[in-house]
């Protein structure tokens, strides 16, 4: 399944699939965001009816203390 990051239909949306919390923290694939997960470096997602989503709340409290990862990935390759 490809996760690529989508923004979020609803601005108001209380909670979040893999690719739109990628949109939000600035990577470009939910994979990116899973693999974050399992190293203990994102906030888990909760089970909701088979699906998984994020929080968003937590999701911007993460991006706060973490900054966008759009700036990180730029300064690292040095563009």
């Known amino acids: 399944m490809l996760y690529m990051a989508t923004e979020p239909r609803n601005p108001e949306q209380l909670t ?3 690719e739109e919390v990628a949109w ?3 990577v470009k694939s ?3 965001i899973l693999r974050w997960v399992q190293k203990g470096q994102f906030p888990k997602p909760m089970r909701i009816e088979g699906s998984t989503r994020w ?3 937590e999701v911007e409290l993460w991006q706060r203390v973490n ?3 759009r700036k990180f990935y730029r300064e ?4």
């Open 16 to 18: 979040l699939k893999a």
């Open 76 to 79: 690292k390759r040095g563009k």
């Open 30 to 32: 939910g994979k990116t």
């Open 55 to 57: 929080s968003r709340t």
């Open 24 to 26: 939000l923290v600035g």
């Open 67 to 69: 900054g966008d990862m």
